[in-house]
Structures are given as structure tokens and as C-alpha cells.
């Protein structure tokens, strides 16, 4: 079984510039989460999707969405590009929503804001 | 807000010691669970505790889950450079979203 991809794996955009990452999930599991890595902060919650519905929401500006699409295929976008957006960008997918299940982890997008 | 802490944030030793990295929160949690992070990796799970008290051993890794659910351990026997990278831990409560400690990077030297 195919593990989660994400595209693209590294990312080099300017301030202002917006970006869009992709994740597909592993075959029949219907939950996305997405998590922001830095060194300062480590792994932040951005959000969470279950069958096309947005779960969760972890506490990010407005500039900082998502969507997931029928095939539980996820995206999340991010406006307006700041400096300190610099961060490894993970998904995780499982079969059910919440924490509680094993989360499946992606390898991330390097993204680098200049 | 719940919290998890990590300690120690790093760790060097030498291969064949042993280590114990340490998961702190106030809150309970009904499982937790953890990883470990290679470079250029997403993090890869290694266990979930659910029982307060509970002990689980994955070869040389012991993982320790306290009685009243706020805390675990990880300890390492005989550590090889293969362990090295970040280890993090994962607190889940009911349907909400993971919670994450930041991790404690370690070393292992040949």
C-alpha cells in the first residue's frame, strides 16, 4: 500500500507570493490533518479534514486554508506570504477523524518564504 | 490549552548507552503516542499507550505510560546510531486533534 505523498517536497516563494500544497492520503483513509513544523515551535495543528468537511482548525491566521476533495485528496494554501511561513509543511491521514487513531505521516514540503 | 513537555531537548551520547527521554503534561490524555523523525522524514509512529501504568517494550525501547495518564517515558538500552533522530510524543484526547511536545533530538556517536 502506497504511504501519503505530498507535492511539491521543497518550495521557494517571496513575501506576498501565495502557495499551495498537496497531500494525498493513503488509500481508503478518509481523514487529513495538516501540521506545521518549525524548530522554535515544533509540530502545530493547522486543520483537519473528514470527508470533505473541515474538522478541526488549529489557531492560524485566515491566511492559512484548506480543502479536501472527494478522493480525500487534501490541499492548503497559504495567502500573503510572511517570512516567518518558513516551515516544513506535514500531513498526516487516517482512517477515522481525531487524534485518537494512527496518524500516517507524510514526508512534508520544505517551504522557504525570502 | 493543553501542553506537552519534552526533556531533554537534546541528547548526544555514545553508542551502547542507555538514555530516557521524558513526556510531561498537566492535562490527561487518553492515549499518547510516539514518534520518531528522521531528516527530511515526516515522523514515523512507534507505539500508543493507552493504560495508565502500562509498560510496552519494541525491542530495545521501553515506553511508559503514568499511572494517571499525564505522563510516559522512553527509554533506550544500549542505544546505536541507528536511533538517532527526533523523538516526539503525542497526546490524543477523545475526537480533537493530536498534541505534540517539541521533541528531543538525539545524537547517537559511534
Known amino acids: 500500500k502506497a504511504g501519503v505523498t505530498q507535492t511539491p517536497r521543497y518550495l521557494i516563494k517571496t513575501r506576498g507570493q501565495q502557495v499551495t500544497l498537496s497531500c494525498s492520503p493513503i488509500s481508503g483513509h478518509r481523514s487529513v490533518s495538516w501540521y506545521q513544523q518549525t524548530p522554535g515551535q515544533g509540530l502545530q495543528f493547522l486543520f483537519e479534514y473528514f470527508s470533505e468537511t473541515q474538522r478541526n482548525k488549529g489557531n492560524f491566521p485566515g491566511r492559512f486554508s484548506g480543502r479536501q476533495f472527494s478522493n480525500s485528496r487534501s490541499e492548503m494554501n497559504v495567502s500573503t506570504l510572511e517570512l516567518g511561513d518558513s516551515a516544513l509543511y506535514l500531513c498526516?491521514?487516517?482512517?477515522?477523524?481525531?487524534?485518537?487513531?494512527?496518524?500516517?505521516f507524510g514526508p512534508g514540503t520544505r517551504l522557504t518564504v525570502l | 490549552t493543553q501542553l506537552l513537555e519534552q526533556s531533554p531537548q537534546f541528547l548526544s551520547i555514545q553508542e551502547g548507552e542507555n538514555l530516557t527521554v521524558y513526556c510531561n503534561s498537566s492535562s490527561v490524555f487518553s492515549s499518547l503516542q510516539w514518534y520518531r523523525q528522521e531528516p527530511g522524514e515526516g515522523p514515523v509512529l512507534l507505539v500508543t499507550v493507552v493504560t495508565g501504568g502500562e509498560v510496552k517494550k519494541l525491542k530495545r525501547l521501553t515506553f511508559q505510560f503514568g499511572d494517571a495518564r499525564k505522563d510516559s517515558s522512553l527509554h533506550i538500552t544500549a542505544a546505536q546510531p541507528g536511533d538517532t533522530g527526533l523523538y516526539l510524543c503525542?497526546?490524543?484526547?477523545?475526537?480533537?486533534?493530536?498534541?505534540f511536545g517539541k521533541g528531543t533530538r538525539l545524537s547517537v556517536i559511534a
Open positions: 498526516a491521514s487516517s482512517l477515522v477523524a481525531g487524534g485518537g487513531d494512527t496518524q500516517y
Open positions: 503525542a497526546g490524543a484526547t477523545g475526537n480533537t486533534p493530536l498534541v
